[in-house]
């Protein structure tokens, strides 16, 4: 990466690109792309920016290895990250938009599970009748093990979702699943109820920084235009 050249990352696709692109736009920053494909982009008046369109994950690894000095990405995938990806970035601002919540979910045929505790004691059922540990689906593996550790839950084990998470309890590869929800519609459909205190994170889009570009004084003017808005 060129010294004088400051990488912002924004989603290359869906609801929260169309959002993020609405923010320069409310700040007068006027993108310049060569086509609706393209990856890279310009902003108008400003030939030192650089604008990436990357998926959100990739933006949260950018900004915590430095690729890129501003992003717009998701809270849940900040929080999901490694610590030393994590500890590099700073969240400057918290949208009300891109809005969901992680949450543990478990089948509605569970009518005795209705709350952590009640979820500790299936897990020793489980491992005591069953004679193997309650299985859990999720992508957020670091937040699903820190909710169950400071909920006491130990005897459990965790199953890599890479698709539909929702539909793991139904096809048996899974117990129970920790996974985004906006309306919760998609979690009744697949005959899931959420458990209460339930909630292992809110999460919405936020505007992020990497630390060591918050000395510089031109990211810190767009981060000014950006916060505005």
Avoid: H
């Avoid at 929260?16 to 409310?26: Q, V």
């Amino acid at each position: 990466m060129k010294k004088n050249i400051i990488n912002i990352s924004i989603v290359n696709k869906g609801r929260l690109k169309i959002e993020s692109e609405n923010i320069f736009k409310k700040a007068k920053l006027k993108i310049l792309t060569k086509s609706d494909r393209s990856l890279i982009a310009s902003i108008k008046g400003y030939p030192s920016i650089r604008i990436i369109y990357q998926n959100a994950s990739e933006i949260i690894q950018a900004l915590g290895t430095g690729t890129c000095e501003i992003g717009i990405s998701g809270k849940d995938l900040w929080r999901e990250s490694e610590a030393s990806i994590q500890s590099k970035i700073s969240l400057i601002k918290q949208y009300e938009w891109g809005k969901s919540d992680l949450v543990v979910a478990v089948s509605k045929s569970w009518l005795d599970c209705v709350n952590p505790t009640d979820l500790e004691e299936i897990s020793y059922e489980f491992f005591n009748k069953k004679k193997r540990l309650m299985r859990c689906a999720t992508k957020f593996k670091n937040l699903t093990n820190e909710w169950m550790s400071s909920r006491g839950i130990t005897q459990y084990d965790l199953v890599t979702s890479l698709g539909a998470t929702e539909n793991s309890v139904e096809i048996s590869k899974a117990d129970f699943i920790t996974d985004l929800s906006s309306s919760g519609e998609t979690l009744r459909q697949n005959n899931l109820k959420v458990i209460d205190d339930g909630i292992i994170l809110k999460s919405s889009a936020c505007l992020f920084a990497s630390k060591n570009s918050l000395k510089n004084k031109e990211v810190k003017k767009i981060l000014k235009l950006l916060i505005k808005n």
